[in-house]
Each structure stands twice: as C-alpha cells, then as structure tokens.
C-alpha cells in the first residue's frame, strides 16, 4: 500500500509540483509523513491542523494550494483517474471547512477494500460527523461498510454520487440530520431501512434520485423539515405513509414526482409551507384530504398537474400566496370554495387551466397582483365579481381567454399594469368603464380582441406605453381620445407603435402630445396614410 502512495505523489509530483501539499500515510497507529515540496512560511499555520486532525484511517492525501485554487480542481480529476486504474483502491472524498483558517480544506481519502473490516473507515469510535463525506465522488460505484453508531450529521453524505447503485446498510441510531443525505444520486433505485427516529431533518434527502422507485417506512415522528425531500424523483411511483405530525416545510417535498399517481394521507396539522409540493407531479389524478390551517404559501402548489381532475376542500384562510396554485393544471374544471381573504398574491393562479369553466366567489380584497390569473383559460365564458381595490398588476389576467365575452365591472383605481390584460379575448365585444387613473402600461391591452366593437373613454394620462393596443382589433370602428402626456420611448422603440395596426380606424384624436414625440400613421398602424391623426 505504500507502493501505491508513492504512485499517487509521483503523478502530483509530475503535474502540479509548484503546488503546496502534503500526504500522508496512516493505518493503525503506524504513519508515515510524504512532504512534495517544503512548507513555506504563509502555509505553516497547516502543520498544526494536522497535530490536531485525527488521520487514523488508511490514506490521507490533503492539499492545499492556496496561491493557485483553480489547479486543486485539475488535480481533483488526475488523481481520481490515476486510482480507479488502480484495482487495490476505491476513492472517496471528504469536505469541510476550517473556520478562520482556510476558506476550504478538501480531505481525499483513498481505503483498502482488502482491510475494511479493520478499519472504522473515517468515522472512529467517537466521530459524529459524515457531513459531505462522498460529496460528489461521481466515479464511484461500492461503498465500503461504515461505522456509523456515533454519527449524528450524516448532510450531503452521498450527495451527487451518480454512479452509486447501493447504500451500506448504515446505523442511523443517532443521526439527526440527513439534509440532501442522498441528493442526486441518480443511480439508486432504493435505499435500505434506517432507523430514523431521532432525524429532525430530512430536506432534498433524496431530491434528484431519479431512478428511485420506492421508500422504506421511515419513522418520521420527529422529522421537522422535508422541503424537497422526493423533488425530481422522477421513477417514484409512491410512497409509504409517513409520520408528518411535526413536520413544518412541505415546499417541493414531491415537485417533479413524474411518476407519482398516490399519495398517502398525511398528518400537516403544523405545515406552514406547502409552495410547489406537488407542483409537476404529471400522474396525479387526485390529493387526500389534508389539514392546511396553518399554512401561508400554496404558491405553485399543483402547478402542472396536468391530469389532476379533484382538489379537496381546503383550508385557506391564513394563506397570503396562492400564485400559480393550479397553473397549467389541464384537466381541472373547477375549484372547491377557499377561504381567500388573507391572500395578497392570485397571480398566474389559473394559468393554462384550459378545461376551467367556473370559478366560485372568491373574496379578493387584499389581493394586489392579478397578473395572468386567468391567463389561457380558454373555455371560461364568465368572471365572477372580484374585489379588485387593492390590485395593482392586471397585465395578461384574462389573455387568451378565447370565450370569454363578459367581463364584471372591476374597481381599477389602484391598477398601474394592464398591459396584455385582454389580449385575443375573440368574443369580447364590450367592456366596463375602469378607472386608469393610475395605469402605466396598456402595451397589447386589446390586441386581436376581434369581436370588440366599443371601448370606453380611459384616463391615460399617466400610461407610458400604447404598444400594439388594439392591434387586429377588426371590429372597432372608432375611439376615444387618448391623453398621452406621459409617454415614453420603451426599449427604443416608440410607445406607440403598432398601436393601431390591422385595424379598421380610420381616424385618432390625442391629447397632450409631448413635443419630442413623432407620430405619423406608419408608426401607428405599421403603413403609411392609413389613419387621421389629430391633436388638441
């Protein structure tokens, strides 16, 4: 085993000798020390990490080149390749930081399969940590057994291991964190039963385990934290029914699940976030019934959904996000009644719903962003009456909304984006009088809304952007006057443009023109004397 030592020195000797390293050898209580080149005197502070550092393992290769980081990356990659020739060794990696010492201190550790019995393999007797220990070893396939009676920190253990087909059997007696545990280990299909009983965290465990299938019945009674725990688990199918009791993050515990058609039903009497946790979980036909009364985020919660037909009736009233909650949720046609007045943000929250066609009365009047809330939802004919007081985005809220034809009267006075707001809605032939007073981009407004025959008068006198307004709007005939005092030229290119292009129009009035501002109507309408501009 020295031999190969010495194997390992002569290939860093050849290609990174200017570096500043040391290695070490250890096995038992018998070492030897490998110095490549001397000490200088900055790096001396390292001699006395090592007095301290327990290296009773078999070898240790620690270094350091604190004058050229960028050469430890290339030198990571050569020694990985050089021992993975070599039939004696596996590698490994262990990574963590020196406080106040050094930004990062990398341990790579080479061990004897031939030995392992003999060996506590890092973890002696008294060690309680594995924090990162095969922290992306990628080229690794076995991993030797571990004792592990003592380890209270297994975080980020195998993270990006994505070569690694089997776990050890580990003895998680006492480990209380397993935090992205198993994090992107593509390779494994499952892992073995752990006695989990004291884990107060299990976030991203095995998020990004793409070929995992299925999951041991846990016991999760103390688990406080499981954001991400199965997200992009893509071959997960379903999972036990877990001890959720405690637990207070459910954010993207199953985001990405493609697989997942079950869900067991779950104690989240104490979940206050539950933003994207099922958010793409493309075979999900229906959720459990769950307790939601003290959650805050639904944001994304079913986005993506795309075969989920039943949502139970939840508790929503201490919810302040529900943004794209049941966005591109395609089969949906309708929502249970929710309690929304603690909500501030609706925006996206319908989006791509194309199978929507009612909605329930949803009391609105904290909500401030609207934007695309209905945006796509191409089989809604009508909206219900919404407290809009407080709303100040409405850009694309009814985009595309190709059969909606009636629109309620909503109170805009705090509206500043209505950009898009009524973008291709074909069978809008009318709209209620809103107050714009405060509105600063109508950019598409109105665009390919074929079938709308009359707009109101609207106060623009604070709109900075007209862009493509009522393009294609073929059925319009006339307009109000436009008060365009405050426009301004939006990413070089004139506020007004295309304003009235592929329309009927055969004449425009503005108020207020700014001086420095041309107006001709091939800006307007795209060609030339195709419209009467006047001014007053």
């Excluded at 991993?143 to 776990?167: E, Q, R």
């Excluded at 892992?191 to 995992?212: E, G, N, Q």
């Amino acid at each position: 085993m020295i031999d190969g030592v010495q194997k390992i020195i002569s290939v860093i000797k050849k290609e990174y000798g200017k570096s500043v390293m040391n290695i070490y050898y250890s096995i038992k209580n018998k070492k030897a020390t490998y110095h490549l080149l001397p000490l200088t005197q900055e790096s001396d502070i390292f001699i006395d990490i090592h007095k301290t550092t327990n290296i009773d393992v078999v070898y240790i290769c620690t270094l350091y080149s604190p004058f050229n980081l960028g050469n430890w990356i290339n030198l990571e990659k050569e020694i990985v390749k050089y021992v993975l020739m070599d039939k004696d060794y596996r590698f490994v990696k262990y990574k963590y930081k020196m406080k106040d010492i050094f930004p990062d201190e990398y341990r790579t550790l080479y061990e004897s399969p031939l030995e392992a019995d003999e060996l506590s393999l890092l973890i002696d007797e008294t060690g309680n940590r594995t924090f990162a220990m095969y922290e992306d070893c990628n080229l690794m396939q076995v991993i030797g057994k571990l004792k592990t009676k003592n380890v209270t920190d297994m975080c980020d253990m195998f993270a990006n291991c994505d070569t690694i087909t089997t776990i050890p059997q580990l003895d998680t007696s006492v480990t209380t964190d397993m935090t992205f545990m198993f994090v992107s280990c593509d390779a494994i299909e499952s892992v073995p039963m752990m006695d989990t009983s004291k884990v107060i965290s299990m976030r991203y465990m095995f998020a990004d385990c793409l070929k995992l299938a299925t999951t041991p019945q846990f016991d999760t009674s103390n688990v406080v934290d499981m954001y991400g725990m199965f997200w992009d688990c893509h071959e997960l199918i379903t999972i036990p029914r877990l001890d959720t009791s405690q637990v207070m993050s459910m954010n993207r515990m199953f985001k990405d699940c493609f697989a997942l058609n079950d869900v067991p039903q779950m104690n989240t009497q104490n979940v206050e976030d539950m933003s994207y946790m099922f958010a793409g979980c493309r075979k999900l036909k229906e959720i459990p019934l769950l307790n939601t009364k003290n959650v805050e985020d639904m944001s994304c919660m079913f986005s993506g959904c795309s075969i989920l037909t039943l949502v139970p009736q939840l508790d929503t009233h201490g919810v302040v996000d529900m943004s794209h909650m049941f966005s591109d949720c395609e089969k949906l046609t309708t929502i249970p009644l929710l309690e929304t007045e603690s909500c501030e943000d609706m925006s996206n929250m319908f989006m791509n719903c194309v199978e929507f066609i009612a909605m329930p009365q949803l009391r609105t009047y904290n909500v401030e962003n609207m934007a695309y809330m209905f945006y796509k939802c191409s089989k809604l004919t009508t909206i219900p009456l919404l407290e809009t007081e407080n709303c100040i985005d409405m850009s694309y809220m009814f985009g595309y909304d190709i059969e909606l034809t009636n629109v309620p009267q909503l109170d805009t006075s705090s509206v500043e984006h209505m950009n898009g707001m009524f973008i291709d809605c074909r069978k809008l032939t009318t709209i209620p009088e809103f107050n714009t007073e405060n509105v600063k981009d109508m950019n598409n407004m109105f665009s390919y809304c074929n079938e709308l025959t009359v707009v109101p008068q609207l106060n623009t006198s604070n709109v900075k952007d007209m862009r493509y307004m009522f393009e294609h709007c073929k059925s319009l005939t006339s307009l109000p006057i436009f008060d365009i005092r405050s426009l301004e030229i939006i990413d070089d290119e004139h506020p007004l443009h295309n304003m009235l292009k592929n329309t009927n129009i055969t004449s425009i009035t503005f108020r207020n023109k700014p001086n420095n501002l041309n107006i001709t109507s091939e800006i307007l309408c795209g060609k030339s004397n195709q419209i009467r501009i006047n001014f007053i």
